[in-house]
């Protein structure tokens, strides 16, 4: 499946090869964005609500460390080490191949955003397959990487967010009472 995917993504476009490169990174930016947004939306909200999407962060960190652990205890090359002629450049050698970093992050930021914004889920969650797949697109993950990654950042970042969200309220409820105008 990989070397189809990769074999169909070098006969493409060159634009489409700028646009999958920059959209592997771009949609993690976006995901940074759509928090933002997210913040401004539960401001004046429930404590809980704006909680949730401060731990959300929070909580993707964590699902990302927990993947770095898990990249140092596989050790899977990266695909794109094989000789196989791909869009992007390959990652340096120690730069492990399973699970995809970039989808743990992009999963796990869709999953938390869910917990904080029911109504992006429509977005949110084609946003993140979109990264998963740039990612084999690319040439740098095989299949197996992105889903593993997308499984770890969907059930671990909510857990870890879930978790947080009952210390960080009583911080937001502090901070909303001392930043209210008196």
Not at 6 to 17: K, Y
Not at 51 to 62: E, F, H, N, Y
Not at 105 to 133: E, K
Request: hydrophobic residues 55%; charged residues 15%.
């Amino acid at each position: 499946m990989y070397q189809d995917i990769v074999g169909f993504a070098v006969g493409t476009p060159e634009w489409l090869h700028t646009l999958a490169e920059v959209g592997t990174d771009g949609g993690l930016f976006l995901f940074a964005a759509l928090f933002a947004v997210a913040a401004l939306r539960a401001w004046r909200g429930p404590a809980r609500d704006l909680a949730l999407v401060v731990a959300g962060p929070v909580g993707i960190t964590l699902a990302y460390l927990v993947s770095e652990v898990v990249k140092v205890f596989v050790r899977e090359e990266r695909p794109c080490r094989g000789g196989v002629a791909t869009i992007a450049a390959c990652p340096p050698s120690a730069d492990w191949s399973f699970p995809s970093n970039h989808t743990v992050i992009a999963a796990g930021a869709a999953a938390t955003l869910v917990l904080a914004w029911r109504g992006l889920a429509w977005l949110v969650f084609p946003l993140a397959a979109l990264v998963a797949f740039s990612r084999v697109f690319i040439g740098v993950h095989y299949p197996h990487d992105v889903v593993a990654g997308f499984l770890l950042g969907v059930g671990l970042a909510p857990l870890f967010t879930l978790l947080l969200v009952g210390a960080v309220t009583p911080a937001v409820r502090l901070a909303r009472t001392r930043l209210s105008p008196r």
